[in-house]
């Protein structure tokens, strides 16, 4: 295991899902999770696919066999915010198991909190500082953020307490 303090784990994950948002070349909100997915960074293309599913077990969910590909199982009849949020939230999950993840050594340093990490990672996916500062540029306020980065409810209100602790 690794020793990170919060703060380090959270700027790491701030900077994670930044690269893979300047990855995409997102202009503005909602940042396409699932078009990620899809198309992954070459170094994650052959290490995680998305599965779709009937299921009411869970929002979704990743798993991978040792030494193989890994899938994040996502259930077709979610609203577009939770689905957005379920995904990137699974995403971590699928990058912490990955090759280049494991080489990097997230396991040791984000598996002890992975759920608060993977929470964190996927509010700052979905709506990266770059965007969120756009838009309370634009006059844009806590009320309609949700709705215009695409997300649940309680996720867009602590995205927003995150990025007001930021300024």
């Known amino acids: 295991m690794i020793l ?4 380090e784990r959270r700027w790491f994950l701030r900077n994670l899902a930044l690269g893979l948002f300047e990855y995409l070349g997102v202009a503005e909100p909602p940042v396409p999770v699932e078009a990620l997915l899809r198309h992954p960074p070459r170094v994650l293309q052959n290490d995680v696919g998305l599965v779709e599913m009937y299921s009411n077990l869970w929002d979704a969910t990743f798993a991978r066999m040792t030494d193989q590909r890994g899938s994040i199982f996502v259930r077709v009849d979610l609203s577009s915010h939770e689905r957005r949020f379920a995904l990137a939230r699974e995403l971590l999950r699928a990058l912490v198991t990955s090759e280049h993840g494991r080489a990097m050594g997230l396991p040791e340093m984000l598996l002890p909190d992975l759920q608060e990490c ?14 969120v500062a756009a838009y309370r540029k634009r006059g844009g306020g806590a009320v309609k ?6 997300l649940p409810a309680p996720v867009a209100a602590l995205r927003w307490e995150d990025a007001s ?3």
């Open 4 to 7: 990170i303090a919060p703060d």
């Open 118 to 131: 993977a929470e964190y990672f996927a509010r700052q996916l979905l709506a990266p500082e770059a965007l």
């Open 145 to 150: 953020f949700g709705q215009a980065f695409d």
């Open 165 to 167: 602790a930021l300024n």
